[in-house]
């Protein structure tokens, strides 16, 4: 059977750990040619490391998804090394959990500029170059949180839905040239709850997901049937979570 996925370009953020780490381990197993964005240097380099040991091709850069000139430079990087980027995968993510009339503005504001513009810029340094090749995909990972409303989740399922949205409008608007996949992931074991500010929220949260949390190796499977379908087939969205999940 023919490897969709044999020497694609794919650019990753939030790549050094959690679900955009075993988003780039499958990948490069299938055959991809890899550029890694994140934060976090010594993460970052130990998952690069790790895929060239195994015989993979990878890149990486430190970035800040809430800087647009970072996104252009993950593009960039692609481009110039290896001539063309076939897909983006807008991974980063954050959430701080709180009551809305706790007023914790600051984390509202770190998860618009994370969660909703960081997808955007993404999305704006990606097109071009989609438009110039005609040909790419685009994947925005979003959050069952924003399906299932609950309190202290306002904001941060706001930020995800925000990206359904665009994700879904942006497939309407395209002509089928760039593709568009949005995959809304439930709970999932990640350190997805460490840099929330409230200590018994997050132990909570950490809790609960020690209980029920599915792999990052499930969402990374799904990102791999989405960008493996041909050219002429989209999916548009994925909903995937553990089946005991509420």
Not at 2 to 10: A, D, I, T
Not at 69 to 98: C, F, M, P, W
Request: charged content about 25%.
């Amino acid at each position: 059977m023919y490897n969709q996925l044999e020497g694609k370009v794919v650019a990753i953020t939030g790549a050094s750990s959690g679900i955009g780490k075993a988003i780039a381990r499958n990948l490069s197993k299938s055959g991809a040619r890899l550029v890694l964005g994140a934060r976090r240097m010594e993460q970052l380099e130990k998952i690069a490391e790790e895929i060239k040991g195994s015989g993979g091709e990878c890149a990486y850069i430190i970035m800040d998804v809430r800087h647009k000139v970072d996104l252009e430079h993950l593009v960039n990087t692609a481009v110039k090394k290896y001539g063309r980027l076939d897909v983006i995968i807008n991974n980063a993510g954050v959430a701080q959990v709180s009551r809305i009339d706790e007023l914790d503005i600051d984390g509202w504001e770190e998860m618009i500029d994370i969660n909703l513009k960081g997808v955007l810029y993404g999305m704006a340094a990606a097109i071009p170059v989609f438009r110039q090749q005609q040909s790419g995909h685009i994947v925005n990972i979003i959050s069952t949180a924003g399906i299932k409303i609950v309190p202290t989740q306002g904001v941060y399922a706001g930020t995800k839905n925000a990206v359904r949205t665009i994700t879904e409008a942006f497939r309407q608007e395209s002509d089928g040239t760039i593709r568009i996949t949005g995959i809304s992931p439930g709970m999932v074991k990640t350190d997805f709850a460490n840099n929330m500010k409230d200590h018994a929220t997050r132990a909570a949260i950490s809790e609960k997901m020690e209980q029920l949390a599915i792999e990052p190796e499930a969402i990374a499977d799904a990102v791999l049937y989405a960008i493996s379908q041909p050219a002429d087939v989209e999916v548009g969205d994925i909903v995937i979570r553990p089946a005991r999940q509420n």
